[in-house]
């Protein structure tokens, strides 16, 4: 093909041909090693080179390779995805570009999860009930609503039907694991089956763990945590193209932790016996029948349920949190001609209850909350073949919110328009070119609006302060949505067959995300004046967030030879031009494996590399260094034999026992982990 400009170009592509109908149906054909297919992520099954977006897939067998204790471990490898709060996995969570938090929203089998509380973790599946884990990197509010300006995480369980063998009725596995960090048990097994129409599947675990040693031997007291979760799915396909499913899972976490697990116990941060119970019940349904292009249809009813119970040890107090959720989901996915329509309507409802214990401390506890937040929403997203090179994605969501603080008798409404527009141009076999811009939205949260009661007290001093000084929350509830504008270009090349037997794919997103109405925690107020003798404490509306980056990936595979390349990096000012706090220092990971023994033995080894931090506020002082950790890892899962059905992982993690922090954590994280787990499958 002749290279012209882009703008050029694509006015040519305009004037060509439209493409078939069937050229939808023959995306998920012939999927490459490197190319995987999304399944809930973007709302419809599609391959990750045909869209716009800035996509990673975590699959089964990377679960496996990296024996993560966490979700947000899983993701840590990947460009401009970093995980937060520190090395308690039951606490950790997950950045994307420099966004945490509310800001990256989490869903599970398609059910929102809309858990957030302080400092509380809010990601409670074992990953090893997960069989993949995809993310947007980037706003996606035109088909989420509320709370993806940074991005989202879709976790995906497993089912029967995805592991049994073509042919088997009934399997299950059992798997043991053991880490030599924290000494960690991980105990983990399933049963399921296939009878005629039905399926059914039972997955449970159980983690125990003491307390985690950083880098040179040291220790991070009140870091162990037992962990024990559990799924069951059944299945009912009563005709071809019909499928109705029920779930259910649970979690529930025993640790003795500081109130903030991101840091150490001080005079601020007491430590707590927390037990965290975590419950959903989800019923799908789906309709697509073979010969109808216009009847793609899913259905989702859940209920989420989240309690915290917290028994503040050191100040003979009993807390309570609890959360509850109920929504729905309807999309279908039509196809016109050259066009594929998806649209659906959706809507939740989340409650939170809170006691705030103040024995000992009267009138120096945040008060109670009792509150609900209403949400429905609306979309539309177009896919248009405008030739057999180019593709136009429009998309817009309309979403109406409502909070209310019983307790207070007051409330607030809002709503939001968040529309998307993306381009796509394959301009050869081997590259695509794409643009996309999006608008999306967070709402406030209850909390946030309607916090009232103490945050903290500092305690008498003689001759200065008598009585002390004790901060409060003023609520604010006129707070407004934070505002995401986002800008992507997109190049995605895809190779084959160039020295043999291989594959080559490189993939550059380039972004500027910029976020309005950016809600932050401040203290203000402060006594004749004083730094740190704050008065008062809200969540208020400051400036402009500009975010602006890239990642770079890149794998080959030669034979039974793998390399893998990430970089990312994001920087983030406000509109004067002043760096922002909680942005990442950039991040270089290269990943190289081997298979032997006709693929039944693969060992390899990841080099990470994170810079400097020194893109911070002139009144931060702090600068983060640089480290670079070495980590190795072997799987053996013979394919026949006497051992088949057998797969064992063996992995060292952080080899040189590096003492590391990452950029605004206040705690160093895990040193040297050896990991070893082997499991069964019958």
Known sequence: MTKKPLV???????????????????QAESVAEFDEVLVTATRISEKASDTSRSLVVIGEEELQQLQPASVAQALKNEANINVSNGPRASSQGIEIRGLGGQRVLQTIDGARQSTTSGHRGTYFMDPELLKSVEVIRGPASSLWGSGAIGGVVALNTKSARDMLDEGDTFGGYLKQGFETN???IK??????GVADKFDWLINGSYNDSNNIKMGNDQTLENSGSERTSGLMKFGWEPSEGQRLQFSGRFSDTDEL????????VGRSVPLIQRKTQDKNLTLDYGLNPTQNAYLDLNGTLYWNGTDYDEDRVTKGQIDSTEYETIGFSVNNSSIFGATRLVYGIDGYQDTIKTVRDDSGQAGQRPEDIDGKTTVWGAFAKAEIGLSDTLSLEVAARYDTFENESINLGESSDDNALSPSLGLVWKTTDWLTLSARYDEAFRAPSIEEMYSTGTHYCIPPIPGFLPNGLCNTFEITPDLQAEKAKNKEIKVDMRFSNLAGNDELAITLNVFRNDVDDFIEQSVSNPLMGIPGLEQTTSWDNVDEAKLTGFEFSTRYRYEQTRLMLNYGQTEGKNNSGEYLTNIPAKKLVADLSQAVMQGDVKFGTRITYVADQEQMPESYGEVYDSYKLWDVYMAWEPAMGTFEGLRVDFAIENIGDEEYRQAW??????????????RYNF
Request: negative net charge.
């Open 8 to 26: 050029i170009a694509m006015a040519i592509a305009l004037s060509s041909t439209a493409i078939s109908a069937e050229t939808f149906a023959q």
């Open 182 to 184: 924290g000494d960690k």
């Open 187 to 192: 105990t983990s097994g399933a049963i399921y």
């Open 257 to 264: 932790v500081p109130s903030n697990p991101a840091a150490e």
């Open 665 to 678: 954590q206040n705690l160093y994280d895990q040193g040297r982990n050896f990991k070893l787990s082997a």
